[in-house]
Protein backbone atom coordinates (compact mmCIF):
# COMPACT_ATOMS: atom_id res chain seq x y z
CA UNK A 1 0.00 0.00 0.00
CA UNK A 2 1.40 3.39 -0.99
CA UNK A 3 1.11 5.73 2.14
CA UNK A 4 -1.40 8.74 1.66
CA UNK A 5 -0.90 11.32 0.10
CA UNK A 6 -1.45 15.39 1.03
CA UNK A 7 -3.68 15.19 -2.26
CA UNK A 8 -6.73 14.39 -0.11
CA UNK A 9 -7.79 17.71 0.57
CA UNK A 10 -10.53 19.01 2.82
CA UNK A 11 -12.98 19.91 0.26
CA UNK A 12 -11.68 16.45 -1.76
CA UNK A 13 -12.92 14.34 0.87
CA UNK A 14 -16.49 16.83 1.82
CA UNK A 15 -17.19 15.55 -1.83
CA UNK A 16 -16.88 11.69 -0.96
CA UNK A 17 -20.28 11.65 1.35
CA UNK A 18 -21.97 15.00 0.00
CA UNK A 19 -22.30 12.41 -3.66
CA UNK A 20 -23.61 9.53 -1.24
CA UNK A 21 -20.60 7.33 -2.22
CA UNK A 22 -20.95 4.13 -0.78
CA UNK A 23 -17.20 2.72 0.08
CA UNK A 24 -17.67 -0.51 1.90
CA UNK A 25 -16.14 -3.45 1.12
CA UNK A 26 -18.37 -6.86 1.30
CA UNK A 27 -16.92 -9.83 2.50
CA UNK A 28 -19.72 -12.48 3.89
CA UNK A 29 -22.12 -10.98 6.84
CA UNK A 30 -21.09 -12.01 9.90
CA UNK A 31 -22.45 -11.04 13.41
CA UNK A 32 -20.62 -8.07 14.39
CA UNK A 33 -18.92 -7.63 17.97
CA UNK A 34 -19.00 -3.60 18.20
CA UNK A 35 -20.70 -1.38 15.75
CA UNK A 36 -19.61 2.57 15.86
CA UNK A 37 -21.95 4.72 13.54
CA UNK A 38 -23.05 8.28 13.64
CA UNK A 39 -19.77 10.04 13.53
CA UNK A 40 -17.65 10.89 10.54
CA UNK A 41 -14.85 8.23 9.93
CA UNK A 42 -12.03 9.47 8.28
CA UNK A 43 -9.93 6.00 7.14
CA UNK A 44 -6.84 7.09 6.15
CA UNK A 45 -7.13 4.58 2.63
CA UNK A 46 -6.58 6.90 0.12
CA UNK A 47 -9.31 5.09 -2.38
CA UNK A 48 -12.26 5.73 0.05
CA UNK A 49 -11.09 8.45 2.80
CA UNK A 50 -14.96 8.60 4.61
CA UNK A 51 -17.05 6.17 5.71
CA UNK A 52 -20.44 6.55 8.37
CA UNK A 53 -20.03 3.50 10.15
CA UNK A 54 -17.46 0.25 10.96
CA UNK A 55 -18.05 -2.78 12.40
CA UNK A 56 -15.78 -4.98 14.51
CA UNK A 57 -15.54 -9.07 14.79
CA UNK A 58 -12.83 -10.84 16.51
CA UNK A 59 -10.61 -8.12 16.51
CA UNK A 60 -10.97 -6.97 12.92
CA UNK A 61 -12.98 -4.56 10.31
CA UNK A 62 -15.28 -6.36 8.82
CA UNK A 63 -17.10 -3.63 7.79
CA UNK A 64 -16.26 0.28 6.54
CA UNK A 65 -18.97 2.36 4.72
CA UNK A 66 -21.63 3.52 4.72
CA UNK A 67 -24.78 4.05 7.63
CA UNK A 68 -27.48 1.84 6.00
CA UNK A 69 -25.08 -0.90 4.81
CA UNK A 70 -24.23 -1.86 8.24
CA UNK A 71 -26.98 -2.65 9.06
CA UNK A 72 -26.53 -6.24 7.97
CA UNK A 73 -23.50 -6.82 10.40
CA UNK A 74 -26.01 -6.44 13.44
CA UNK A 75 -27.10 -9.28 15.21
CA UNK A 76 -28.76 -10.18 18.47
CA UNK A 77 -25.12 -10.21 20.10
CA UNK A 78 -23.67 -6.82 18.62
CA UNK A 79 -22.79 -4.09 20.44
CA UNK A 80 -24.24 -0.59 18.84
CA UNK A 81 -22.43 2.73 19.87
CA UNK A 82 -23.82 5.23 18.43
CA UNK A 83 -21.59 8.55 17.91
CA UNK A 84 -23.39 11.76 16.49
CA UNK A 85 -21.25 14.72 16.13
CA UNK A 86 -18.18 12.42 16.48
CA UNK A 87 -14.93 11.87 14.95
CA UNK A 88 -13.62 7.90 14.06
CA UNK A 89 -10.34 7.75 13.18
CA UNK A 90 -7.29 5.20 12.95
CA UNK A 91 -5.51 4.65 16.12
CA UNK A 92 -2.59 7.17 16.20
CA UNK A 93 0.98 6.12 15.70
CA UNK A 94 4.16 7.76 17.33
CA UNK A 95 6.95 7.22 14.95
CA UNK A 96 9.27 8.50 17.28
CA UNK A 97 9.09 8.71 21.58
CA UNK A 98 10.85 7.26 24.63
CA UNK A 99 7.95 5.67 26.31
CA UNK A 100 9.43 4.09 29.52
CA UNK A 101 12.31 6.67 30.24
CA UNK A 102 9.09 8.92 30.07
CA UNK A 103 7.23 6.70 32.59
CA UNK A 104 10.07 6.90 34.79
CA UNK A 105 10.42 10.43 34.77
CA UNK A 106 6.68 10.84 36.05
CA UNK A 107 7.95 9.74 39.42
CA UNK A 108 10.57 11.62 39.74
CA UNK A 109 10.76 15.79 40.21
CA UNK A 110 9.35 16.80 37.14
CA UNK A 111 10.14 20.67 35.67
CA UNK A 112 8.51 20.41 32.37
CA UNK A 113 5.74 22.66 33.49
CA UNK A 114 8.13 25.76 34.95
CA UNK A 115 7.98 28.34 33.11
CA UNK A 116 11.04 30.30 35.18
CA UNK A 117 13.57 29.97 37.31
CA UNK A 118 11.22 31.09 40.13
CA UNK A 119 8.90 27.66 38.94
CA UNK A 120 11.63 25.62 39.03
CA UNK A 121 13.23 26.70 42.79
CA UNK A 122 9.87 25.91 43.83
CA UNK A 123 9.77 22.58 42.40
CA UNK A 124 12.97 21.42 43.32
CA UNK A 125 12.35 22.44 46.52
CA UNK A 126 9.54 21.35 47.50
CA UNK A 127 10.31 17.88 45.73
CA UNK A 128 13.32 17.63 48.06
CA UNK A 129 11.73 18.32 51.24
CA UNK A 130 9.03 15.58 50.14
CA UNK A 131 11.67 13.00 49.27
CA UNK A 132 13.98 13.48 52.54
CA UNK A 133 15.42 9.65 52.43
CA UNK A 134 15.78 9.75 48.64
CA UNK A 135 19.79 9.44 48.30
CA UNK A 136 19.92 11.34 44.95
CA UNK A 137 17.61 14.16 43.62
CA UNK A 138 16.60 13.31 40.59
CA UNK A 139 14.08 15.04 37.64
CA UNK A 140 14.30 16.50 33.83
CA UNK A 141 12.42 18.56 31.80
CA UNK A 142 14.57 22.22 32.64
CA UNK A 143 13.61 24.39 29.59
CA UNK A 144 17.08 25.32 28.16
CA UNK A 145 15.49 29.09 26.90
CA UNK A 146 14.98 29.69 30.86
CA UNK A 147 18.71 29.98 31.55
CA UNK A 148 21.25 32.06 30.29
CA UNK A 149 23.00 30.06 27.52
CA UNK A 150 20.73 27.08 28.10
CA UNK A 151 23.73 27.20 31.40
CA UNK A 152 22.17 26.68 34.28
CA UNK A 153 24.31 27.17 37.11
CA UNK A 154 25.82 24.63 39.83
CA UNK A 155 25.02 27.33 42.44
CA UNK A 156 21.37 27.69 42.01
CA UNK A 157 21.32 24.04 42.34
CA UNK A 158 23.42 24.34 45.11
CA UNK A 159 20.73 26.27 47.30
CA UNK A 160 17.99 24.02 46.41
CA UNK A 161 19.75 20.80 47.49
CA UNK A 162 22.58 21.42 49.74
CA UNK A 163 22.81 17.92 51.30
CA UNK A 164 23.03 15.28 48.65
CA UNK A 165 23.99 15.40 45.20
CA UNK A 166 21.26 16.22 42.15
CA UNK A 167 21.00 15.55 38.63
CA UNK A 168 18.47 17.07 36.10
CA UNK A 169 18.22 16.13 32.31
CA UNK A 170 17.18 19.04 30.48
CA UNK A 171 13.61 18.72 28.09
CA UNK A 172 15.67 17.91 24.98
CA UNK A 173 17.62 15.09 27.11
CA UNK A 174 21.39 16.55 25.59
CA UNK A 175 22.02 18.33 28.34
CA UNK A 176 22.14 17.56 32.19
CA UNK A 177 22.26 19.75 35.11
CA UNK A 178 24.37 18.86 38.55
CA UNK A 179 25.00 20.64 41.65
CA UNK A 180 28.45 20.30 43.41
CA UNK A 181 28.11 17.24 45.21
CA UNK A 182 27.20 14.98 42.03
CA UNK A 183 30.01 16.66 40.84
CA UNK A 184 32.48 15.46 43.31
CA UNK A 185 31.00 12.30 43.37
CA UNK A 186 31.95 11.79 39.74
CA UNK A 187 35.72 13.51 39.94
CA UNK A 188 34.96 16.39 37.86
CA UNK A 189 37.07 19.48 38.26
CA UNK A 190 38.29 21.69 36.32
CA UNK A 191 40.98 19.98 35.22
CA UNK A 192 38.81 17.15 33.26
CA UNK A 193 38.84 17.07 30.00
CA UNK A 194 35.70 17.45 27.78
CA UNK A 195 34.64 13.60 27.10
CA UNK A 196 34.55 12.13 23.25
CA UNK A 197 31.21 13.59 22.34
CA UNK A 198 30.59 15.64 24.86
CA UNK A 199 31.01 18.97 26.61
CA UNK A 200 31.72 20.57 30.26
CA UNK A 201 30.42 23.74 30.68
CA UNK A 202 32.71 26.13 32.00
CA UNK A 203 33.11 29.39 34.19
CA UNK A 204 34.70 31.36 32.03
CA UNK A 205 36.53 33.46 34.68
CA UNK A 206 37.58 30.50 36.61
CA UNK A 207 37.75 27.19 34.12
CA UNK A 208 35.69 25.13 36.68
CA UNK A 209 32.45 23.54 35.78
CA UNK A 210 29.68 25.54 35.80
CA UNK A 211 27.02 22.40 36.63
CA UNK A 212 25.38 22.09 32.73
CA UNK A 213 27.07 18.92 30.61
CA UNK A 214 26.13 18.82 27.39
CA UNK A 215 25.60 15.06 25.52
CA UNK A 216 27.89 12.37 26.45
CA UNK A 217 29.50 14.71 29.22
CA UNK A 218 26.22 13.96 31.12
CA UNK A 219 27.55 10.39 31.46
CA UNK A 220 30.07 11.17 33.71
CA UNK A 221 27.77 12.08 36.55
CA UNK A 222 25.01 9.74 35.53
CA UNK A 223 26.75 6.46 35.68
CA UNK A 224 26.88 7.06 39.47
CA UNK A 225 22.65 7.18 39.76
CA UNK A 226 21.17 4.56 41.31
CA UNK A 227 19.95 2.29 38.93
CA UNK A 228 16.36 1.41 38.13
CA UNK A 229 15.10 -1.65 39.30
CA UNK A 230 13.30 -4.24 36.48
CA UNK A 231 10.16 -3.67 38.91
CA UNK A 232 9.89 -0.36 38.20
CA UNK A 233 10.61 0.25 34.64
CA UNK A 234 7.62 -2.81 34.19
CA UNK A 235 5.58 -0.06 36.38
CA UNK A 236 6.86 2.67 34.05
CA UNK A 237 6.37 1.05 30.74
CA UNK A 238 2.73 0.41 32.06
CA UNK A 239 2.30 4.00 32.92
CA UNK A 240 3.27 5.25 29.63
CA UNK A 241 1.56 3.03 27.64
CA UNK A 242 -1.61 4.13 29.59
CA UNK A 243 -0.97 7.84 28.74
CA UNK A 244 -0.16 7.12 25.18
CA UNK A 245 -4.04 5.25 24.88
CA UNK A 246 -5.42 8.36 26.46
CA UNK A 247 -4.27 10.54 23.60
CA UNK A 248 -5.22 7.93 21.00
CA UNK A 249 -2.48 6.01 20.67
CA UNK A 250 -2.13 2.72 19.54
CA UNK A 251 1.54 1.71 18.00
CA UNK A 252 4.54 3.45 19.12
CA UNK A 253 8.37 3.45 18.27
CA UNK A 254 10.42 3.73 21.44
CA UNK A 255 13.28 5.09 19.33
CA UNK A 256 16.78 4.06 21.86
CA UNK A 257 16.41 1.24 23.91
CA UNK A 258 18.76 -1.20 25.47
CA UNK A 259 18.42 -4.50 27.25
CA UNK A 260 16.64 -3.55 30.31
CA UNK A 261 14.21 -1.47 28.53
CA UNK A 262 13.77 -3.83 26.09
CA UNK A 263 12.85 -6.47 28.68
CA UNK A 264 10.08 -4.37 30.17
CA UNK A 265 8.60 -4.23 26.98
CA UNK A 266 9.15 -8.10 26.72
CA UNK A 267 7.32 -9.09 29.76
CA UNK A 268 4.69 -7.09 28.67
CA UNK A 269 3.84 -8.83 25.99
CA UNK A 270 4.49 -12.43 27.22
CA UNK A 271 1.72 -11.13 29.99
CA UNK A 272 -0.57 -9.59 27.39
CA UNK A 273 -0.56 -6.36 28.67
CA UNK A 274 1.00 -4.77 25.92
CA UNK A 275 -2.26 -2.10 25.52
CA UNK A 276 -0.21 -0.28 22.61
CA UNK A 277 1.80 -1.59 19.68
CA UNK A 278 5.34 -1.17 20.33
CA UNK A 279 8.35 -0.72 17.34
CA UNK A 280 11.83 -0.43 19.70
CA UNK A 281 14.57 0.96 17.90
CA UNK A 282 17.86 -0.97 20.12
CA UNK A 283 20.23 1.49 20.93
CA UNK A 284 23.94 1.20 19.20
CA UNK A 285 27.02 0.80 21.79
CA UNK A 286 27.64 4.11 22.23
CA UNK A 287 31.53 3.59 22.57
CA UNK A 288 32.42 4.64 18.88
CA UNK A 289 35.69 2.11 19.61
CA UNK A 290 33.02 -0.95 19.73
CA UNK A 291 34.33 -3.43 16.75
CA UNK A 292 31.18 -3.29 13.85
CA UNK A 293 31.07 -6.86 13.68
CA UNK A 294 31.02 -7.62 16.97
CA UNK A 295 28.14 -4.97 17.86
CA UNK A 296 26.18 -6.58 14.77
CA UNK A 297 26.27 -9.72 16.26
CA UNK A 298 25.13 -8.52 19.60
CA UNK A 299 21.97 -6.89 17.84
CA UNK A 300 21.20 -9.94 16.20
CA UNK A 301 21.16 -12.13 18.56
CA UNK A 302 18.78 -9.53 20.31
CA UNK A 303 16.73 -9.46 17.53
CA UNK A 304 16.51 -13.40 17.23
CA UNK A 305 15.51 -14.08 20.82
CA UNK A 306 12.68 -11.27 20.41
CA UNK A 307 11.03 -12.68 17.65
CA UNK A 308 6.85 -13.57 18.15
CA UNK A 309 6.09 -11.39 20.80
CA UNK A 310 2.74 -10.11 20.74
CA UNK A 311 2.57 -6.64 19.42
CA UNK A 312 6.25 -6.16 20.02
CA UNK A 313 8.21 -5.81 16.88
CA UNK A 314 12.32 -5.88 17.32
CA UNK A 315 14.37 -5.15 13.69
CA UNK A 316 15.53 -1.67 13.55
CA UNK A 317 18.62 0.02 14.96
CA UNK A 318 19.03 3.68 16.82
CA UNK A 319 22.09 5.83 15.05
CA UNK A 320 22.74 9.15 16.59
CA UNK A 321 24.64 11.18 13.95
CA UNK A 322 24.54 14.43 16.13
CA UNK A 323 22.83 16.60 19.21
CA UNK A 324 21.28 19.45 18.73
CA UNK A 325 20.93 23.21 17.91
CA UNK A 326 20.17 24.63 21.23
CA UNK A 327 23.44 23.33 22.60
CA UNK A 328 25.57 23.99 19.57
CA UNK A 329 26.00 19.91 19.18
CA UNK A 330 24.14 19.61 16.36
CA UNK A 331 26.34 18.91 13.39
CA UNK A 332 26.26 21.88 10.88
CA UNK A 333 27.54 22.52 6.93
CA UNK A 334 28.30 26.01 7.96
CA UNK A 335 29.62 27.70 11.40
CA UNK A 336 27.49 28.64 14.20
CA UNK A 337 27.25 32.45 14.33
CA UNK A 338 28.18 32.71 18.03
CA UNK A 339 30.83 30.49 17.77
CA UNK A 340 32.96 31.22 15.36
CA UNK A 341 34.62 28.16 13.26
CA UNK A 342 32.68 25.82 14.94
CA UNK A 343 30.19 23.74 12.80
CA UNK A 344 28.78 21.22 15.62
CA UNK A 345 30.44 17.75 16.00
CA UNK A 346 29.16 14.72 14.42
CA UNK A 347 28.86 11.32 16.69
CA UNK A 348 30.61 9.31 13.75
CA UNK A 349 32.98 10.63 11.26
CA UNK A 350 30.87 9.98 8.03
CA UNK A 351 33.33 7.02 6.60
CA UNK A 352 32.44 5.43 10.29
CA UNK A 353 28.90 5.79 9.93
CA UNK A 354 29.11 4.47 6.23
CA UNK A 355 30.47 1.23 7.79
CA UNK A 356 28.00 0.99 10.51
CA UNK A 357 24.94 1.51 8.71
CA UNK A 358 26.08 -0.89 5.77
CA UNK A 359 26.87 -3.44 8.05
CA UNK A 360 23.55 -3.42 10.08
CA UNK A 361 22.00 -2.67 6.45
CA UNK A 362 23.69 -5.99 5.01
CA UNK A 363 21.66 -8.43 7.97
CA UNK A 364 18.59 -6.74 7.34
CA UNK A 365 18.03 -4.16 10.31
CA UNK A 366 15.64 -0.90 9.71
CA UNK A 367 18.29 1.81 10.56
CA UNK A 368 16.75 4.95 12.69
CA UNK A 369 18.84 8.33 12.42
CA UNK A 370 18.69 10.94 15.03
CA UNK A 371 19.74 13.76 12.69
CA UNK A 372 18.83 17.64 13.59
CA UNK A 373 21.57 19.53 12.09
CA UNK A 374 22.22 20.02 7.71
CA UNK A 375 25.07 18.07 7.74
CA UNK A 376 24.03 15.18 9.89
CA UNK A 377 20.93 14.88 7.43
CA UNK A 378 23.07 14.73 4.76
CA UNK A 379 25.63 11.88 6.22
CA UNK A 380 22.93 10.15 7.00
CA UNK A 381 21.12 10.39 3.75
CA UNK A 382 24.93 9.72 1.99
CA UNK A 383 25.65 6.28 4.52
CA UNK A 384 22.16 5.07 3.19
CA UNK A 385 23.01 5.73 -0.61
CA UNK A 386 26.29 3.72 0.37
CA UNK A 387 24.32 0.60 1.53
CA UNK A 388 21.89 0.76 -0.99
CA UNK A 389 24.95 0.58 -3.42
CA UNK A 390 27.00 -2.38 -1.01
CA UNK A 391 24.03 -4.63 -0.56
CA UNK A 392 21.49 -3.87 -3.45
CA UNK A 393 17.54 -3.08 -3.85
CA UNK A 394 15.25 -4.44 -0.84
CA UNK A 395 12.63 -2.52 0.81
CA UNK A 396 15.00 -1.13 3.87
CA UNK A 397 12.73 2.25 5.04
CA UNK A 398 15.19 3.80 6.41
CA UNK A 399 13.78 6.26 9.37
CA UNK A 400 15.61 10.14 10.02
CA UNK A 401 13.87 11.35 12.65
CA UNK A 402 13.91 14.83 13.77
CA UNK A 403 15.48 16.57 10.85
CA UNK A 404 15.08 19.92 12.33
CA UNK A 405 17.47 22.35 9.67
CA UNK A 406 18.17 21.68 6.04
CA UNK A 407 20.01 22.28 3.18
CA UNK A 408 17.22 22.53 0.65
CA UNK A 409 18.94 20.71 -2.09
CA UNK A 410 19.24 17.82 0.32
CA UNK A 411 15.24 17.38 0.78
CA UNK A 412 14.64 15.24 -2.43
CA UNK A 413 16.86 11.83 -1.20
CA UNK A 414 14.34 11.10 0.63
CA UNK A 415 12.03 9.87 -2.18
CA UNK A 416 15.32 8.83 -4.20
CA UNK A 417 16.30 6.92 -1.02
CA UNK A 418 12.96 5.41 0.07
CA UNK A 419 14.23 6.95 3.77
CA UNK A 420 10.84 8.19 5.81
CA UNK A 421 10.97 11.64 7.41
CA UNK A 422 9.79 11.04 11.04
CA UNK A 423 9.39 14.76 11.64
CA UNK A 424 8.28 16.27 15.43
CA UNK A 425 5.63 18.21 14.36
CA UNK A 426 5.35 19.95 17.45
CA UNK A 427 8.62 21.76 17.45
CA UNK A 428 7.68 23.97 14.48
CA UNK A 429 6.93 27.08 15.74
CA UNK A 430 8.78 29.91 17.05
CA UNK A 431 8.91 29.46 20.47
CA UNK A 432 12.21 30.17 22.97
CA UNK A 433 14.34 27.66 21.82
CA UNK A 434 13.78 28.91 18.23
CA UNK A 435 13.59 32.43 19.07
CA UNK A 436 16.82 32.68 21.54
CA UNK A 437 18.89 29.43 21.20
CA UNK A 438 18.23 28.35 17.24
CA UNK A 439 17.91 31.81 14.78
CA UNK A 440 20.70 34.17 16.50
CA UNK A 441 23.12 30.98 16.35
CA UNK A 442 21.78 30.42 12.12
CA UNK A 443 20.95 33.41 10.79
CA UNK A 444 17.73 34.21 8.97
CA UNK A 445 18.88 32.56 5.57
CA UNK A 446 19.65 29.05 7.15
CA UNK A 447 16.48 29.78 9.36
CA UNK A 448 13.95 29.28 6.44
CA UNK A 449 14.97 26.04 5.90
CA UNK A 450 13.88 24.73 9.78
CA UNK A 451 11.37 22.33 9.62
CA UNK A 452 10.19 22.32 6.28
CA UNK A 453 7.13 19.98 6.53
CA UNK A 454 5.67 21.25 3.39
CA UNK A 455 8.83 21.19 1.16
CA UNK A 456 9.55 17.71 2.09
CA UNK A 457 6.19 16.32 1.48
CA UNK A 458 6.24 18.22 -1.99
CA UNK A 459 8.95 16.23 -2.92
CA UNK A 460 7.08 12.77 -2.58
CA UNK A 461 8.75 11.59 0.16
CA UNK A 462 6.81 9.93 2.87
CA UNK A 463 6.16 11.62 6.25
CA UNK A 464 5.70 10.11 9.85
CA UNK A 465 4.56 11.71 12.62
CA UNK A 466 6.50 11.75 16.59
CA UNK A 467 6.02 13.73 19.75
CA UNK A 468 10.22 12.39 21.10
CA UNK A 469 8.01 12.50 24.09
CA UNK A 470 9.09 13.10 26.78
CA UNK A 471 10.82 15.99 25.20
CA UNK A 472 7.43 17.27 24.16
CA UNK A 473 3.75 16.94 24.11
CA UNK A 474 3.02 13.11 22.90
CA UNK A 475 -0.65 14.04 22.27
CA UNK A 476 -0.87 13.96 18.38
CA UNK A 477 -3.16 16.92 18.31
CA UNK A 478 -1.03 19.41 19.88
CA UNK A 479 1.37 18.40 17.07
CA UNK A 480 -1.07 18.44 14.63
CA UNK A 481 -2.46 21.83 15.74
CA UNK A 482 1.30 23.75 15.34
CA UNK A 483 1.94 21.77 12.06
CA UNK A 484 -1.47 23.53 10.40
CA UNK A 485 -1.33 26.81 11.99
CA UNK A 486 3.12 27.13 12.46
CA UNK A 487 1.84 28.44 16.00
CA UNK A 488 1.63 27.64 19.36
CA UNK A 489 -1.83 26.70 20.85
CA UNK A 490 -0.87 29.28 23.51
CA UNK A 491 -0.73 32.30 21.17
CA UNK A 492 -3.32 31.26 18.24
CA UNK A 493 -3.76 34.89 16.86
CA UNK A 494 0.14 35.46 15.90
CA UNK A 495 1.56 35.23 12.89
CA UNK A 496 2.43 31.52 11.13
CA UNK A 497 6.18 30.82 11.26
CA UNK A 498 7.37 30.02 8.42
CA UNK A 499 3.59 30.44 6.81
CA UNK A 500 4.96 28.35 3.36
CA UNK A 501 5.85 25.24 5.32
CA UNK A 502 2.50 24.86 7.02
CA UNK A 503 0.65 21.44 6.72
CA UNK A 504 -2.65 20.64 6.25
CA UNK A 505 -4.80 18.00 8.12
CA UNK A 506 -5.56 15.21 5.83
CA UNK A 507 -1.55 15.13 5.39
CA UNK A 508 -1.21 14.97 9.23
CA UNK A 509 -3.85 12.76 9.72
CA UNK A 510 -2.06 10.46 7.25
CA UNK A 511 1.58 11.09 9.31
CA UNK A 512 0.06 9.73 12.60
CA UNK A 513 -1.63 6.51 10.55
CA UNK A 514 -0.75 5.00 7.62
CA UNK A 515 2.49 6.77 7.12
CA UNK A 516 3.51 5.87 10.73
CA UNK A 517 2.47 2.41 10.32
CA UNK A 518 4.29 2.06 6.80
CA UNK A 519 7.53 2.97 8.84
CA UNK A 520 7.01 0.12 10.67
CA UNK A 521 6.51 -2.45 7.74
CA UNK A 522 2.79 -2.75 9.36
CA UNK A 523 0.70 -0.66 6.76
CA UNK A 524 -0.68 -4.11 5.77
CA UNK A 525 -1.95 -4.84 9.27
CA UNK A 526 -2.82 -1.11 10.76
CA UNK A 527 -2.76 2.35 10.05
CA UNK A 528 -5.85 2.32 7.90
CA UNK A 529 -9.45 1.80 8.62
CA UNK A 530 -10.02 -0.34 5.83
CA UNK A 531 -12.12 -4.24 6.08
CA UNK A 532 -9.47 -7.00 7.17
CA UNK A 533 -7.10 -4.88 9.10
CA UNK A 534 -6.89 -4.73 13.10
CA UNK A 535 -9.66 -2.61 14.36
CA UNK A 536 -7.16 -0.17 16.54
CA UNK A 537 -9.50 3.06 16.31
CA UNK A 538 -10.50 6.30 18.21
CA UNK A 539 -13.39 8.37 18.61
CA UNK A 540 -12.62 11.68 19.01
CA UNK A 541 -15.16 14.26 20.64
CA UNK A 542 -15.60 16.35 17.36
CA UNK A 543 -14.88 16.84 13.70
CA UNK A 544 -11.88 17.79 13.16
CA UNK A 545 -12.75 19.07 9.81
CA UNK A 546 -15.65 21.06 11.01
CA UNK A 547 -13.65 23.58 13.21
CA UNK A 548 -11.07 26.08 13.71
CA UNK A 549 -7.50 24.68 13.07
CA UNK A 550 -6.81 26.59 16.41
CA UNK A 551 -9.62 24.02 17.90
CA UNK A 552 -7.54 20.97 17.29
CA UNK A 553 -5.45 21.07 20.62
CA UNK A 554 -9.10 21.71 22.44
CA UNK A 555 -10.25 18.48 21.06
CA UNK A 556 -10.28 15.37 23.51
CA UNK A 557 -9.42 11.31 22.51
CA UNK A 558 -12.77 9.91 24.53
CA UNK A 559 -12.15 6.21 23.27
CA UNK A 560 -9.20 4.28 22.23
CA UNK A 561 -9.52 0.28 20.79
CA UNK A 562 -6.90 -2.22 20.31
CA UNK A 563 -7.85 -5.18 18.46
CA UNK A 564 -11.47 -3.51 18.97
CA UNK A 565 -11.05 -3.76 22.64
CA UNK A 566 -11.55 -0.75 24.95
CA UNK A 567 -7.76 0.28 26.32
CA UNK A 568 -8.98 3.98 27.32
CA UNK A 569 -11.92 5.35 27.76
CA UNK A 570 -12.29 9.96 28.73
CA UNK A 571 -14.18 9.93 32.13
CA UNK A 572 -16.53 12.67 30.45
CA UNK A 573 -17.93 10.17 27.77
CA UNK A 574 -20.50 8.40 28.40
CA UNK A 575 -21.22 7.40 25.19
CA UNK A 576 -23.58 3.91 25.89
CA UNK A 577 -22.39 0.24 23.96
CA UNK A 578 -25.61 -1.27 23.84
CA UNK A 579 -26.31 -4.61 22.08
CA UNK A 580 -28.91 -4.83 19.55
CA UNK A 581 -32.48 -6.08 20.72
Given amino acids: MIPLASRVSCCCVALVLAAGCRIERRPPAVGADLVLRGALVWTADQEHPLAEAVAIHDGLLVYVGDAGGVERFIGSGTEVLDLPGRMVLPGFQDSNAHPVSAGLELGECNLYDAEDVADIERIVRDYA ?36 PA ?59 PPYLPEERLAAARRALQEANRFGITAITDADVGDE ?23 LASDVDTPVAKEVERLKAIRDSHQRLPRLTVNTVKLYTDGVIEARTAALLAPYLDRPGDAGPLVYQPDDLTARVVALDREGFQVHFHAIGDRAIRVSFDAIAAARRANGGRDRRPVLA ?19 ASFQPYWAQADGYIRELTIPALGPARSRWLYPLQSVL ?6 AGGSDWSVSSLNPLDAIEVAITRRSARDPAGPAWIPEERATLPMMLAAYSINAAYATYHERENGSLTVGKQADLIVVDRDLFSVSSEQISESRVLLTLLDGREVWRDSTFHGVVRARP
Fill in 402 to 420: HIELFDPSDIRRFRELGAI
Fill in 261 to 283: TLEAYAELSRRGELTARVTVALA
Fill in 458 to 463: NSGAVM
Fill in 167 to 225: FFYAADGHSAWVNTRALQLAGITGATTDPVGGRIERTPRTGEPSGTLREDAMALVASRL
Fill in 129 to 164: AANPDLPWIRGNGWALPIFPAANPSRELLDRLVPDR
